[in-house]
């Protein structure tokens, strides 16, 4: 999941038109969202008491409201995905409290099954209907709104942080590179690209052996041999 930023007033069409969930641009429509969040410590406010701890959990609790762009498809995966994680959580926590109450009774045996169900049931949903595919609304401010995201591509185009993770592999990725670029040698006289085939080419790729002119020469490192265009990511 990837953190993006947005102000409250600019949840709307101005925003790149790309879907928050898969990333893609084509057949993105917007969508009226209504996030609602409060700070997560406020939930202990509930032990004193349900309804003076709903009040000052209503008070806390702040909304964003606007148009964000998806695919038709994603949006409803979504819909569908945060409900069947307010069901699987409620299953769960029941199933929690049935096997506790049959333990007691001395029945373990279906107390265990039945914990061991619940869980299946639970950890499935979430692998199945949940992951990837929902928005988590992690903070919402006095002036902004902050969203964790499941695609990169969004993320990066709404000025957001990827995940650390994809920013370490990026890391690795880019080391392999200008590892194979060492390897790059010059092509043989005659020789021409292997995407523009009426250039000559100057290159053979230390990564992938193909002949490439100096428009599809792409430098992993500024001072550094090149690979081609394709390896390099960019075509
Ligand atoms: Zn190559
Ligand atoms: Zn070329």
Redesign the pocket.
Known sequence: MHTVELPLDGLDRRLPAICLITGEVAGVGWRRVDLGWYPSWATWLLLPGLLPGAIAIALLARRATGELPFQPGAWWRWKVGQVLNALATVGWLAAVLFSFNRWLAGEWRLACAVAVAGLATFVGTLKLFVQGRIIVVLKITPTHVVLSIPSELAARALGGEPAVESQRLRAVAMKALRRDALATTGAPGGSS?A??AQ?SATWCCGRCGSF??E??AEHPSPAGKPVCAKCFGVR
């Open positions: 690209c995407t523009h250039t490439f002119c428009a599809c």
